[in-house]
């Protein structure tokens, strides 16, 4: 996308009320079909652009209007159900039930049996739920849609997304009906919303140079640096934890509201446990600054458990080796601007520290953020929605919006070495590399293989060791098994095959071509070029 009149729209845009800005949420609006998705942990939120405005899509569930919809996925009858008929599942237990589909497929592949759904693959139940969002947009949304339109939409996904949850959630959407423009990572995302909001910090004349977005969800933790600079937003690194968020918060909440009743949350049945942290959730989100105590009232869930009052200093200090957790991100974000031409000591450069996500108005959160930030901390308006509001503006093509993301994970290959038997760790693209503008990064390797069959096992990391070895949060892809030599050609499966070393080379010219689209996912083209043979691989699916 080009730049064009970006400062022209962002003043805009500023220059208007927060509830013109938004739109009213329950009053029809008119779209062009142009939409942001933020497909969260416990919530799908959902902008759209309307003549320079982005407003957040309301929904009647049983005659009220909500501004999300939930992740919750249940199997009752053989059929996948959701949202309020999803809750009673999950209360009642009469049926499989899933609190986050979001959570559940992340690190699986499209194929892979999704726990707690039987007979759905991770592909199969995520594709019906997102048709449900589709078909509340549609019919039960203040948006004034026609269903004979094709949906266009920008996407969110986690910063440190993997390959495999990026293709998952883009084949998803397509098959649910969605037309995808890309995806974009979350924290970029509210970056767009943030300087949307703070027209000033885009000015020329600004020394502000970047934003750090802090987003907490339900169920992981992003946090990046997104450069503010000639009026482009650029991802220039990002780290996250990927199982990390306020259900883990919600735990932290159960375990202390148990505490003394003799009952273990891991003791109980499934469905409990669920409807537990669902009560505990609730108490937590009507939480204020000023709160010295919590009721948690688990009496609905097990009539033997009585209300139960929760100092607030004795929670926040339990919750807080989680916060410190996100912390040690966040120091190595800035240690990592360093890199990429930023000065963090110098606090002129830094816009702000955007609190985004819905468990970032969390006041433990806060009160331990400010300690360290101080003035520089800005929780935004709409936490929960910012995300989703940015997506809608990149898809907005008038606002003309360019976004460039770096590679956000470790990408590299097992290789075969002597014998067979050792392998060797080959690391193809390192996180942090900057791609090159409006064109995939592209990278190759060439080589004279010693083995009759390439078994590559491919990798994605967030870390690598003082030698190049991964390690920090592993996430392994599919393997591949590609013949280097010509009489395996025509094999239908190399798998009961021995890949043994040759004495000499086999004398094959062998290309490996790796693609880094722009929504993150990965194609791998390997050529034996001395015979002309080839096969394109894509998240281990062959093409």
Known sequence: MCEGSFAAVARGLCERPLEDYLGSMFSAIVLDMRLGIDFGTTRTVIAGVDDGRYPV???DVRGEYRDYLPGIVALRDDQLVFDAEARDVLLTGRGSALPSIKRAITGLTPEDPIPGLPGFSALEALTQYLRWVRSMLLERSNFDLDGSTPLTAMVAVPANAGTRQRFLTLEAFRQAGFEVLGLVGEPTAAAI????????????????RYVVVYDLGGGTFDTAAVSL???RFQLLCARGISRLG?????????DLALRGTGL??????SAKQAAILEACREAKEGLRPASRRLLVDLGPVDARLAPVLLDTPELYAACEPLIERTLTMVDELFRALVGRGVDPEDPRQLGALYLVGGSSAFPALNRVLRARFKRKIQLAPQPHAATCVGLAIAADSDAQVFVREAVTRHFGVWREADGGRDKVFDSIISRDTEPPSDEPLVVERHYRPAHPIGHLRFLECTDLDEHGQPSGDLTPWEEIRFPYDPSLFARESLDALPILRQDTPLGEDIVEVYTHDSDGTIAVAIENRTRGYRRHYRLGALR
């Open 264 to 269: 273990g949350l891991e003791e109980l049945e």
């Open 229 to 231: 600079t000639e009026r």
């Open 57 to 59: 899509a309301s929904f």
């Open 193 to 208: 919303e943030f300087a949307f909001r703070n027209a000033s910090a885009m000015s020329n004349r600004s020394p502000k």
């Open 246 to 254: 306020g259900a883990d918060f919600d735990r932290i909440i159960a």
